[in-house]
């Protein structure tokens, strides 16, 4: 009975969604993301996609040659 609600709950809430933003032209992430204060993390981690990629494969490099860090730009902690 309680797995029955839930699913239906889900549904429910799924059509609701659908029909809500069908009215609107669909869900556009981009123009909420404008809308979004320039120091908000959402937004930030959508306009910097590109520079953590680069980060995460220089990383990756890193880790997969064995080199050791250089640590010379780390703060004190």
Known sequence: MNKLLVVG??????LLARRCTSGRGG????????RM????PPKWMFS????I?????R???????GA???HSNRTAV
């Open 53 to 57: 990629r680069e980060n995460t494969d």
């Open 68 to 70: 050791p860090a250089d």
């Open 9 to 14: 709950a889900v549904v429910g809430a799924t």
């Open 37 to 40: 204060p320039d120091d908000s």
């Open 27 to 34: 869900f556009d992430i981009a123009k909420i993301l404008e």
């Open 48 to 51: 910097n996609i590109s520079a």
């Open 59 to 65: 990383i990756l490099q890193l880790l997969e040659s």
